[in-house]
């Protein structure tokens, strides 16, 4: 994997639900991948890789994880992530809320997924939960991550400042995410709404529900037909 798919995959396993088989299986994997990582892509300030400023604060996160009980873990998960706070890991649901133009978005998605061979059953997921479209931006390639993840940037940063605001350990996971894209990252919820209107017309109606955090991880197999 390149260094932005190794950023990428870690931060889908992280996002997931703090619970045993994280915590206990999967933990030791997402060191071993973190280490993989060049030396300068985990150290702030080099210019030879867009993330790696926010990457460095993946080191700390884990410790974070390693440290802290499970069922601490698990509280501080479903309070950050709660619809009540604005703060969504479902992608689609900032730019079309809990409309019916939801749908289509949906199927958009998985459409996405499918033009570049890959489909899975995302765990019982939705297709947009950001865990899952971040495991297959760490396997389709740089190129197609890019483009699923740039497309639903607007979210992806409102979320971000949003959790940085709630002072939650996970900013530093959603850091790493926004830092493999291209370009600065919006510094106010007012930029972060601007990414959506310089694109493709869209409604920002997502704002005062969200669905509740499901415990899911993303399960890939390639198309073949």
């Known amino acids: 994997m390149t260094p932005t798919a190794l950023i990428r995959w870690v931060a889908a396993q992280c996002l997931c639900y703090p619970d045993e088989r994280l915590l206990r299986e999967q933990l030791p994997l997402i060191r ?32 974070h994880l390693a440290a802290t ?11 950050t992530f709660d619809s009540r706070n604005r703060r969504c890991l479902y992608l689609t649901w900032w730019t079309t809320g809990d409309t019916r133009n939801r749908g289509a978005a949906l199927v958009a998605v998985q459409d996405f997924y499918r033009r570049y061979g890959m489909a899975g059953d995302f765990g019982g997921e939705l297709p947009d939960f950001l865990p899952v479209m971040l495991e297959f931006a760490a396997l389709a390639g740089d190129a197609a991550g890019t483009e699923l993840l740039d497309g639903h940037r607007a ?9 940085e605001q709630s002072g939650s350990p996970y ?20 930029e972060a709404k601007a990414l959506a209107r310089s694109g493709p017309p869209q409604e920002l109606v997502g704002i005062d529900l969200a669905p509740a955090p499901i415990p899911a991880s993303a399960l890939w197999q390639k198309v073949t037909s």
């Open 32 to 63: 071993e991948a973190l280490a993989e990582l060049p030396t300068h892509a985990q150290s702030p300030g080099s210019p030879e890789f867009p993330g790696d400023a926010a990457a460095a604060g993946l080191p700390a996160f884990l410790g």
């Open 69 to 79: 009980p499970e069922l601490e873990l698990a509280a501080h998960y479903v309070a």
């Open 155 to 163: 979210g992806l940063e409102l979320l971000r400042l949003s959790v």
């Open 171 to 190: 900013a530093a996971v959603l850091r790493a995410v926004c830092g493999t894209l291209p370009g600065p990252s919006p510094r106010t919820r007012e």
